[in-house]
């Protein structure tokens, strides 16, 4: 049976929920059968005493429930206890047909499987580039990015706080098409150390010369001071002149992209944050999930979105 507990239940809370179901089925039963007639006698106009129920000056009659909906319900007790026969719903009884929500599943993708690989199969064949083109192709790359991408990256993929904008020129790891299957394919795992032991001073120092490198910097005396400090301990990663380092994920610092200013921070703020605290970030890799044939489908549409500027 299929459940929260596991793939099968106990034999204490198989008979539990068996006994539970058939009870509340046989109980409700019982007492619409119970009450099906009523006692009370008709008067030679053929009406009954009321059962002293009254809202707003109507009395109930204590009539019978018309036969019909009797019938109907004894109809639905009948579908219940047979759609119990048939389908999973008692503990661990699995019902004669055999069927679970798993293998209906299974049987679903495989359909899909034998519909479309050979779709995927020869949109793989055609470089990236080229296939960025095909109008079509890009249709079906853009419903697998919106089921899969956009949940993180949006629907427009323009990105959010943590998250690149993948219709920019701004490539952590490269924007060439072999970087970006890799990154769908592998996923990413950035890692940003903090820097508290620089102390304040010194924090705010690189603040300033970080901000100078795009042009943003709010103190010009800080930021020659915190020059040397991020020669000695920025530098390795970022590059001396800030312009970063892709087969690290390092990102440019001279641009004007920024993947963790929050909405309504300051820039400042947010890379003395940056500095203080450090980022880590983590694409998870997508080829276990999707099929490579679809990653490579997928790359040509990120690719395609950074080609329109």
């Not at 006994?19 to 039963?29: E, K, M, P, R």
């Not at 956009?150 to 427009?156: D, E, F, K, P, Q």
């Not at 010194?202 to 490198?213: D, M, P």
């Not at 400042?268 to 990653?295: C, F, W």
Request: glycine fraction near 12%.
């Amino acid at each position: 049976m299929n459940n929260l507990w596991g793939d099968s239940l106990s034999g204490f809370w198989s008979a539990w929920i068996i006994v539970i179901t058939l009870g509340s089925i046989g109980i409700a039963f019982w007492l619409l059968y119970a009450n099906r007639k009523t006692d009370k006698t008709p008067d030679a106009e053929g009406n009954v005493d009321t059962t002293g129920h009254a809202a707003d000056g109507i009395e109930e009659y204590d009539n019978p429930l018309p036969r019909w909906w009797f019938q109907l319900y004894v109809g639905t007790v009948i579908f219940a206890l047979g759609y119990l026969v048939l389908y999973p719903g008692l503990g661990n009884f699995a019902g004669v047909l055999g069927w679970s929500q798993e293998s209906q599943w299974e049987q679903e993708v495989a359909r899909a499987e034998e519909r479309f690989a050979p779709i995927f199969a020869q949109y793989q064949e055609v470089p990236i580039p080229e296939l960025a083109r095909d109008g079509e192709a890009m249709q079906v790359a853009e419903r697998i990015y919106l089921n899969n991408c956009a949940v993180c990256h949006g629907s427009g993929a323009q990105g959010g706080y943590g998250f690149p904008n993948l219709t920019d020129d701004a490539w952590l790891y490269g924007g060439e098409p072999e970087n970006i299957v890799h990154t769908i394919a592998n996923g990413r795992n950035g890692l940003m150390p903090s820097w508290q032991q620089l102390g304040s001073e010194n924090i705010e120092n690189v603040t300033q010369h970080v901000l100078s490198l795009s042009g943003n910097a709010e103190d010009e005396q800080r930021a020659e001071q915190g020059a040397a400090v991020f020669a000695s301990v920025c530098a390795a990663c970022h590059s001396p002149d800030g312009t970063g380092n892709q087969a690290l994920g390092a990102p440019n610092l001279t641009d004007d992209a920024w993947l963790y200013q929050a909405p309504g921070q300051s820039l400042g703020d947010s890379v003395r944050q940056t500095l203080r605290n450090g980022r880590n970030g983590h694409m998870p890799a997508q080829a276990a999930y999707i099929g490579e044939d679809k990653v490579h489908l997928v790359a040509a549409y990120v690719y395609s979105l950074s080609q329109d500027d």
